[in-house]
């Protein structure tokens, strides 16, 4: 998730006050403030400010060089515990930002009521505030247009892996864990993301999540699992192409349900004790605003940078033995170097290495230039990841174009096209196949010699299945007993 850019997005940092509130509540609330204080009896010879009303809070008369102290409004990233500050100048007004009195309402100090963490983020953008949000404002465009194509992706592919039963292998099975769990994680950002923009758009006192208790806290703590848990089955794609890569010995049954406890299991065990422990931390604070910000996040945040490190270790692991196979196969060095580096761009984003970008210290005090890169060039990798991570193991994948060409041919040949044949298979690095299921028994790919064979001896039911669409996606098996084969991973990077 954008840590940085979620606060950033919030109306308590956009907005110049604390909490931004509707005109009819501020009109109310002075005739309140006027009735309040309408009868309140000076002192004589005493100067006196007048009551004010700063569109947030109600300020009482106040002697002459006094300091008026009242409780901060309940908000977004404020604690309603300290106190909000006016002065009243030895002569009688209200004092301005700079202590003059130019101001005849004067100028009310918010900076006591921000938590610490958004007292810091609002500090470290300094002048160039207004500029940094525009460049927020944009980034949030990007990041909600990157995840519904990200979303149509994951879905898309979600399908496919699910309706070709010659895609069902040990390696999708991984897949479409880590495709649910970021369906999810993309799902509920872009609902939190459009609620967000909605309540900025109209009035702050609307009933959004933000708004919502327990709705708004349940919403991130689902977040927070789903980003949890797409993390730890990255590691576990990470692990099981490591060991195919790398070992050759003790490769025994698929471990389906260890790396289910792994990778849906564990997430709610650390999910849980954040949660926890965050509930008691900001029990004041109105849906747990700027929980992202705190050290205690790192319960979970901690867990996702090792993933991300031993990804690494496995990719290096990876490229390393990709290397001596190349050099076995006395390929030229350039050669070598290329086909290991287009392995290495393949494989980043599936093991969520291009999520490190996201956890490193944003530069919010440097200059607009360095901010603006950072913001659009990381925002982009970690909304787009879903859709870069189904175009290459789903869309691009020699397997996946296989089976849709299969169906293709068989629906193709159904309508006499019998010279039809199907295009080569692969064409992305992204492909290495694995054996099939040790559980289930899949097909062998279609032969195209045999199409008019099995044709004729299935005519009944394929007239049955002249459905496009059906046919699509549920292709034809052919009698083609599946040859059991030892795992191997096969990188094709030759195009």
């Not at 110049?16 to 010879?45: G, H, R, V």
């Not at 100090?109 to 810091?120: A, G, H, W």
């Not at 970008?357 to 607009?368: A, G, K």
């Not at 394929?462 to 459905?467: A, D, L």
Request: proline content about 5%.
């Amino acid at each position: 998730m954008s840590t940085i850019m979620t606060t950033l997005m919030t109306p308590t940092i956009i907005s110049s006050t604390p909490i931004s509130i509707d005109s009819q509540t501020i009109n109310i609330t002075s005739e309140t403030c006027f009735s309040k204080f309408e009868d309140f009896l000076y002192a004589a010879d005493t100067i006196y400010c007048n009551w004010t009303y700063d569109s947030l809070l109600c300020w009482p008369p106040t002697k002459s060089g006094e300091t008026a102290r009242l409780r901060c409004p309940p908000g977004r990233g404020i604690d309603p515990s300290k106190f909000a500050e006016r002065r009243c100048s030895n002569d009688g007004k209200w004092e301005g930002r700079l202590g003059s009195t130019d101001s005849a309402r004067g100028w009310t100090n918010y900076t006591p009521c921000y938590l610490p963490e958004i007292l810091e983020l609002i500090t470290k953008m300094g002048e160039d505030r207004g500029i940094k949000m525009k460049i927020a404002e944009r980034t949030r465009t990007m990041e909600i247009i990157g995840l519904s194509i990200s979303l149509l992706a994951l879905v898309v592919s979600l399908i496919i892996f699910y309706r070709f039963r010659s895609l069902r292998n040990n390696r999708t099975r991984i897949h479409k864990n880590l495709f649910i769990a970021m369906v999810i994680q993309v799902l509920i950002r872009l609902i939190l993301y459009i609620d967000q923009a909605i309540s900025r758009a109209g009035d702050e006192g609307s009933h959004g999540i933000d708004n919502t208790p327990y709705l708004c806290e349940g919403s991130y703590i689902l977040l927070e699992y789903a980003r949890t848990a797409m993390f730890l089955w990255m590691f576990i794609e990470g692990l099981y192409l490591h060991n195919v890569v790398t070992v050759t010995v003790f490769q025994g049954r698929f471990p389906h349900y260890l790396y289910a406890s792994i990778g849906w299991g564990l997430p709610i065990i650390m999910t849980t004790i954040w949660a926890a422990y965050t509930a008691v931390q900001k029990v004041n604070q109105k849906c747990w605003f700027g929980y992202n910000l705190t050290p205690y996040y790192w319960i979970l945040e901690g867990p996702r940078l090792t993933v991300i490190i031993l990804n690494l270790i496995f990719l290096l692991n990876i490229i390393r033995v990709l290397v001596v196979k190349l050099r076995q196969s006395h390929t030229g060095e350039v050669e070598q170097v290329r086909k290991a580096v287009r392995a290495a761009i393949v494989l980043l984003p599936l093991l969520g290495i291009t999520n490190m970008l996201n956890m490193v210290n944003s530069p919010l005090d440097h200059s607009p230039l360095e901010f603006a890169l950072w913001s659009y060039g990381t925002h982009f990798l970690t909304s787009f990841q879903g859709f870069f991570i189904a175009m290459i193991y789903c869309f691009l994948n020699g397997e996946v174009r296989t089976a849709i060409l299969k169906s293709i041919s068989v629906y193709m040949s159904l309508r006499g096209h019998h010279d039809w044949a199907m295009r080569r298979p692969s064409m992305f690095s992204g492909n290495y196949p694995t054996a099939a299921d040790t559980e289930q028994q899949v097909p062998q790919p279609l032969n195209v010699h045999n199409i008019n064979k099995s044709n004729k001896q299935s005519q009944g039911t394929q007239r049955m299945r002249s459905n496009w669409i059906r046919l699509f996606f549920s292709p034809k098996q052919i009698n083609q007993m599946p040859v059991e084969q030892p795992e191997s991973v096969v990188f094709d990077i030759s195009d």
